[in-house]
T-cell receptor, first 111, second 115 residues
Framework: RKEVEQDPGPFNVPEGATVAFNCTYS??????FFWYRQDCRKEPKLLMS???SGNEDGRFTAQLNRASQYISLLIRDSKLSDSATYLC????????????FGKGTMLLVSP | EPEVTQTPSHQVTQMGQEVILRCVPI?????FYWYRQILGQKVEFLVS????????KSEIFDDQFSVERPDGSNFTLKIRSTKLEDSAMYFC?????????????FGPGTRLTVL
């Protein structure tokens, strides 16, 4: 069973659209949750952490449902520059914050 | 803004050769990591390093791999005898502390091509 699962996409949306990505994780002992963004052939960059209470950063909203082991990312008013692969990332219950990545969901925003 | 740097950006080698990938973590960071990403696949953890020793390693990190902090700034990943399947992007990361909420900052990566 995959540790972190995501729909690979691609999600093709027009500028200004709202798009949502989902992610499930298999280990109920997972401690922390993140969304990273990765542009083609570049390094992953932290987009935002995900908290149980939900959190928002500008046009981005992340939600965590521990009971369902489910994480979501909502992007409002999509920009062309949002085109990238969005990686769902968790840390497992260990003494070290080893990141476990999903394969990512590709987003393509068109004019 | 401080950043993690990696050299070279692209390394081409013959199967069976040794390669050393270099990283300079952010200067006040104490925890260092190597990850790899095979083309089209997910990013995978290889090893973490703290206080001059390996903290954790994955099953990918076998005897062909080693890490070292040879001086106060560099952090290296050595692959002793490269295989075709070692072709991947290798990312170095560092963090200030290791807690489950601390941010890991990634370098731009080294693309390793094994022929």
């Amino acid at each position: 069973r995959k540790e972190v699962e995501q729909d690979p996409g691609p999600f093709n949306v027009p500028e200004g659209a709202t798009v949502a990505f989902n992610c499930t994780y298999s280990n109920s002992a997972s401690q922390s949750f993140f969304w990273y963004r990765q542009d083609c052939r570049k390094e992953p960059k932290l987009l935002m952490s995900v908290y149980s209470s939900g959190n928002e950063d500008g046009r981005f909203t992340a939600q965590l449902n521990r009971a369902s082991q489910y994480i979501s990312l909502l992007i409002r008013d999509s920009k062309l520059s949002d085109s990238a692969t969005y990686l769902c990332v968790v840390t497992l219950n260990s003494g070290y914050s080893t990141l476990t990545f999903g394969k990512g969901t590709m987003l393509l925003v068109s004019p | 803004e401080p950043e993690v740097t990696q050299t070279p950006s692209h390394q081409v080698t013959q199967m069976g050769q040794e390669v050393i990938l270099r990283c300079v973590p952010i200067s006040n960071h104490l925890y260092f990591y190597w990850y790899r990403q095979i083309l089209g696949q997910k990013v995978e953890f290889l090893v973490s390093f703290y206080n001059n020793e390996i903290s954790e390693k994955s099953e990918i990190f076998d005897d062909q791999f080693s890490v070292e902090r040879p001086d106060g700034s560099n952090f290296t990943l050595k692959i002793r005898s490269t295989k075709l399947e070692d072709s991947a992007m290798y990312f170095c990361a560092s963090s200030e502390v290791t807690s489950s909420t601390d941010t890991q900052y990634f370098g731009p990566g080294t693309r390793l091509t094994v022929l």
